[in-house]
């Protein structure tokens, strides 16, 4: 919490944002839940390193509203808004 993201932002944990491999900062991406459907869309603030095995990460809201902050991990969908 507080400390600084890839794009200069300090980081916030209940801010709807992101870490992606690809997506340039500033780019809004639609996540859905496959396993509940739950959606959200976060925006990209953070660069991902390449041998990080997950398609995202996002915030503790986020993850909240997506419904696995207890798993810690969701098989989810990806797609540019």
């Known amino acids: 919490q507080g400390k600084k993201m890839a794009n200069g932002e300090p980081y916030d944990k209940n801010k709807l944002t992101a870490s992606h491999k690809k997506h340039p900062f500033g780019t809004k991406l ?42 810690g991990k969701a098989r989810v969908k990806v797609e540019t808004e």
């Open 30 to 71: 639609k996540v859905t839940n496959m396993e509940n459907s739950k959606t959200v869309v976060v925006t990209v603030t953070h660069r991902m390193t390449q041998k990080n095995p997950a398609v995202i990460d996002v915030t503790h809201r986020a993850a909240e509203e997506l419904g696995f902050v207890k798993t």
